[in-house]
Nanobody, 129 residues
Framework: QVQLVESGGGLVQAGGSLRLSCAAS?????????????VGWFRQAPGKEREFVAC????????YYGDSVKGRITISRDNAENTVYLQMNSLKPEDTAVYYC?????????????????WGQGTQVTVSS
């Protein structure tokens, strides 16, 4: 019911910034039920578990952040474009990972990958020291 496409990844030097985008499409978007969704960002570095970064409840815009990124990353949404953004500042080499966008339909904030029904293909972020 929902397709997610991430973009905006790339190579950046430590201290730099990137903005990731997650464009949503599909039946839930066209039928205007996407307002019930929570959209999250996760990341996964080689050999590590998938880690929660941030999420936003589409209705009301409530946000929640992982401890490792608080103060450096901002999640936001554009209702007209059906897109969620992840603005990342003061990037560190340890932020290097594949970043995934995910969505869940029950409106409940969740910081684990389990329970997210839809996933994008991921976008690589590499931060050089």
């Amino acid at each position: 019911q929902v397709q997610l496409v991430e973009s905006g990844g790339g190579l950046v030097q430590a201290g730099g910034s990137l903005r990731l985008s997650c464009a949503a499409s599909g039946r839930a978007v066209s039928e205007r039920t996407f307002s019930n969704y929570v959209v999250g960002w996760f990341r996964q570095a080689p050999g590590k578990e998938r880690e929660f970064v941030a999420c936003i409840r589409w209705s009301g815009g409530v946000t929640y952040y992982g401890d490792s990124v608080k103060g450096r990353i901002t999640i936001s949404r554009d209702n007209a474009e059906n897109t969620v953004y992840l603005q990342m500042n003061s990037l560190k080499p340890e932020d290097t990972a594949v970043y995934y966008c995910a969505a869940k339909s029950d409106g409940v904030i969740r910081t684990t990958p389990f329970g997210y029904d839809y996933w994008g293909q991921g976008t690589q972020v590499t931060v050089s020291s």
